[in-house]
């Protein structure tokens, strides 16, 4: 295995960000235009947080960034070491790291960056001891504001789709739900009474009522179903694949996970991107 890489060598210097004070809605342009999941937060060009498409989803009503984001993100420095990005990135389950010197940031090492740079170690491990065999899955018919629930229930970024022989057909990430998402504005309505509990006098019949009309923006997912959106025909491994191999896969597709299946397209479990970076650390 190559040594002494470091984090200035594998991470991107051009990185997208938010900065407060700033909206839902331009991160969310952003993350569309650019197919990248999330952006640090920058204030008075210092990273004061991390907003990502789990934020979003989370909190489809809020639409201010300060409430949105991950306040205090962990971060790297550009001279430290590979098995150091994927240790934190495992600890923490977390999909990026800014890149601070000096107290500035100069780059945004991801996931995907270090598995592009695992796919080029040639490890030869199989992959059968990191694969995850509880996996949450959907069937193709179930609608996507219920899959979106269950993905955010799960607490997991993508599940796979089976129909109704229990075969793989595709797979569903929360970056195909974002982009099938709108923002839907509505107007909403609150009654306020103007009378006091208190009052003798005051019959609840006669009390005067104000009525309140506030505007409401919420990201809504479409009354579509699984099927609809997924990806089919998804990239796919078996247990005998090796480590690197399947980080190529990652990498050649631009995806973070990899449904684990046997000769008869039975799932057996899933293989996300985090559980690459466990041999990583192992073999240091």
Excluded at 30 to 50: E, F, M, T
Excluded at 67 to 74: F, V
Excluded at 194 to 201: E, F, I, R, S, V
Aim: with cysteine; proline share 5%.
């Amino acid at each position: 295995m190559p040594k002494n890489i470091f984090i200035e060598d594998i991470m991107v210097r051009d990185v997208a960000s938010a900065t407060l004070p700033g909206s839902r809605d331009e991160v969310l342009k952003i993350l569309k235009n650019k197919h990248i999941s999330g952006v640090p937060v920058l204030k008075d060009s210092k990273v004061v947080g991390v907003v990502t498409r789990t934020n979003l989803l989370q909190n489809p009503e809020e639409e201010q960034l300060a409430l949105l984001m991950t306040r205090d993100p962990i971060t790297i420095s550009s001279g430290s070491d590979l098995q150091t990005a994927a240790r934190l990135l495992l600890e923490h389950r977390i999909r990026r790291l800014p890149v601070v010197d000096d107290g500035k940031l100069v780059g945004l090492v991801t996931v995907a960056d270090v598995i592009g740079t695992i796919a080029d170690m040639n490890i030869d491990i199989p992959i059968k001891d990191y694969v995850e065999k509880e996996v949450v899955a959907i069937y193709s018919e179930t609608p996507l504001p219920v899959a979106a629930r269950i993905m955010e229930l799960a607490g997991v970024k993508a599940v796979p789709v089976l129909d109704s022989n229990l075969e793989l057909i595709g797979i569903i990430s929360d970056r195909d739900v974002i982009a099938a998402s709108i923002i839907e504005d509505s107007v909403e309505m609150s009654d306020m009474s103007a009378g006091q509990d208190d009052d003798a006098w005051t019959w609840e019949s006669m009390r005067d009522t104000m009525s309140i009309y506030y505007s409401v923006s919420r990201i809504k997912v479409p009354n579509l179903i699984g099927s609809d959106i997924m990806i089919r025909e998804p990239i796919t491994a078996t247990y005998i694949t090796s480590v690197s191999d399947c980080a190529r896969k990652m990498k050649r597709n631009r995806i973070d996970q990899v449904p684990i299946i046997n000769s008869n397209r039975k799932l057996q479990g899933l293989l996300r991107d985090h559980d690459l970076l466990k041999p990583l650390i192992e073999i240091e």
